[in-house]
């Protein structure tokens, strides 16, 4: 059943990523626990022009991404909202989460992060994202966490912007 919800929102999320303008404002993270690694994997995507605008209201400045038109400003920018915009508890400890990058995929952001040295076994996860709550009202983030031994998705919007997660 949730194979079948995640191929729908799929569908529905590439069939409006082709509009400029759009209605739905989202973004959508996974979470990976990959325990050969001893690492959490966390991949974020949001609409381009969200994150255009959002730059632009903060530093009031045109700003244009793909092609970047400041790009050490951009990364700055993108690594700066990525981490202040989330936060994660693994087992009831905070982890460092890693900013690795950010690439451009048609008309998405995508930004590329991880939690590494995980020697430990994991229990339950919280996370918290805020992306874009405080900038666009209809705002909705998608989260996916895929463990070993479970999947699960998440809605989080404005008042319930935080989750927990038991993996077992």
Do not use: C
């Amino acid at each position: 059943m949730l194979k079948i919800k995640a191929i729908i929102f799929l569908m529905a999320f590439l069939t409006f990523s082709g509009k400029k303008s759009h209605d739905y404002y989202l973004s959508t993270t996974s979470i990976k626990w990959v325990p050969e690694k001893q690492q959490l994997q966390l991949t974020s995507r949001f609409f381009l022009e969200d994150i255009e605008a959002y730059m632009q209201n903060k530093q009031n400045n045109k700003v244009v991404f793909s092609p970047d038109s400041h790009p050490d400003d951009t990364d700055a920018f993108v690594k700066d909202f990525f981490l202040d915009n989330i936060s994660l508890q693994i087992n009831d400890s905070s982890h460092e989460i890693n900013y690795l990058g950010r690439e451009y995929q048609d008309e998405f952001l995508v930004v590329y992060a991880e939690v590494t040295e995980l020697s430990i076994a994991i229990s339950k996860l919280s996370f918290k994202s805020t992306f874009l709550l405080d900038f666009i009202a209809s705002q909705q983030n998608i989260i996916h966490i895929k463990t070993p031994e479970k999947h699960k998705s998440f809605l989080l919007k404005n008042k319930i912007n935080s989750l927990e997660f038991i993996v077992n």
